[in-house]
């Protein structure tokens, strides 16, 4: 069903479509609240060190990877690696994303749920209203796993329609929806009284903050962030044109989603502020303290911290659907082509696994009693697999193979796209993936397993 692989039509398409793969809700609650307690600006300049020591090379590793092979992630290391066990890897990455998916849709799944909930006012209240009804919602043995199969869903009529027709088009409307609505909420959070404390706590460099954890916590951050380990990337650039700069694309992507977890930062941290409230971190901090903070902090004006609300949910309910997306397409396009039927029976397989993985998810929240292991709830379990177990080592896969299987002379012709660009940074970029990203993965995975 090779016929039925799409590609990229823009250059703008291909930045946007990457990019929303990589903005998610982490960067709205994982990236402002470790800025601001690992030193603010101090954080936020090794943040982008990390970036460009770890996050751009491994982005442009697996570009290559799929570019080259024009194929699905388990056939495009097969393809490369000449059917050596190799392939492995790109399974795996399948298997991952399956997960996250399932996982991640319960959390776009409350999302939506919110959104409604905001729509029809049911978010006004004081701090121990707004934790009960999150506690009452999450514990509800109906609620949480039909918003996790609706936003599954959701996201199926977007990739069911192709590359360009679903994925493309999509995120061309999403990612700047995304930004508008953001922008938005940032210029109402600064212009609250008191906000300048939250925009110092942010911005004002404490290097004195600046340990050995937060050197680890932003390093951790830009591996995560970028969606690397996952067979994103290497799916979304096996739609990639010949022309397709992978270096300049993957400095693009890079910039917007870290512009993104910014931003999300004047959003969150001056409203907080504002009202005297210091923002935790996870999921509390979306579902219990930010619809108390917007409820106070726009008070002065009626019904605007109603409208903030809105906008708010709609934001997260984009994001999470930018990156469930790109999720999604690396299952559908695995199983279409491997086991040769259509796209529609392809994404109608990974949704029906997604969902069914999705709701024991959501059940193992609150619902039910016991449903996990080792005193964890299945999410839990799911979240701790992929992140500290399954990313690392296939991100540290892709860089062994790369760097040290690849031929140069493949590697190179995909950094200069067959000679026509120059190829200055390629013996940068080479020794990255050979040691510096190899290292840092290393670094990476021993810490989320508590070594140090």
């Given at each position: ?172 409307l999403l990612m ?202 299945v999410m839990d ?46 013996g940068v970029w ?23």
């Amino acid at each position: 069903m090779t016929s039925e692989r799409g590609k990229f039509g823009t250059k703008l398409g291909v930045i946007l479509a990457t990019a929303g793969s990589a903005v998610g809700l982490g960067n709205i609650w994982r990236f402002p609240y470790m800025a601001g307690q690992d030193g603010g600006a101090a954080f936020i300049l090794i943040y982008i060190g990390c970036i460009l020591l770890l996050g751009i090379p491994g982005m442009v590793a697996e570009f290559v990877v799929g570019r080259h092979s024009a194929a699905n992630a388990a056939r495009a290391y097969k393809n490369l690696s000449h059917g050596r066990p190799w392939q492995i890897v790109g399974y795996m990455g399948v298997f991952t994303s399956m997960i996250i998916l399932g996982f991640y849709a319960v959390v776009a799944g409350w999302c939506l749920q919110y959104l409604v909930a905001s729509l029809w006012g049911q978010l006004q209240g004081d701090a121990s209203y707004v934790s009960r009804y999150f506690q009452e919602f999450s514990s509800h043995p109906v609620l949480p796993a039909f918003w996790t199969a609706a936003f599954i869903l959701l996201t199926h009529t977007v990739v069911v329609k192709g590359v360009r027709k679903g994925i493309e088009k999509t995120s061309n409307l999403l990612m700047p929806a995304l930004f508008v609505l953001l922008v938005i909420i940032v210029i109402a959070a600064c212009s609250l009284p008191g906000a300048g404390k939250g925009v110092e706590f942010l911005f004002k460099p404490d290097f004195s903050k600046l340990t050995h954890n937060v050197m680890l916590d932003a390093l951790g951050q830009a591996f995560f962030s970028l969606s690397l380990g996952t067979a994103c990337l290497c799916t979304y650039a096996s739609y990639f044109s010949r022309q397709t700069n992978l270096l300049s694309s993957a400095f693009k992507i890079a910039g917007i989603d870290s512009l993104i977890a910014i931003l999300a930062g004047l959003m969150i941290f001056p409203a907080a502020f504002s009202v005297g409230v210091n923002p935790d971190s996870g999921p509390s901090l979306i579902f219990i303290t930010l619809p108390n903070v917007f409820q106070q902090a726009f008070s002065a004006v009626p019904g605007l911290g109603y409208v903030i609300s809105i906008l708010f949910y709609a934001l997260l309910s984009l994001a999470a659907l930018t990156s469930t997306i790109s999720m999604h397409e690396i299952g559908t396009a695995f199983f279409y082509e491997e086991l040769h039927i259509t796209r529609r029976k392809g994404a109608w397989i990974e949704t029906t696994a997604c969902v069914a993985i999705g709701i024991v998810c959501a059940l193992s929240v609150g619902a039910v009693e016991g449903l996990g292991l080792f005193g964890k709830s299945v999410m839990d379990c799911c979240d701790y697999l992929t992140s500290n177990i399954l990313m690392p080592l296939g991100s540290f896969a892709t860089c062994i193979f790369l760097g040290w299987y690849v031929p140069r002379k493949v590697l190179y012709n995909e950094i200069t796209n067959w000679g026509t660009l120059r190829g200055r940074l390629f013996g940068v970029w080479l020794f990255a993936i050979r040691f510096v990203c190899p290292l840092c993965i290393l670094i990476i995975f021993l810490h989320q397993m508590g070594v140090f």
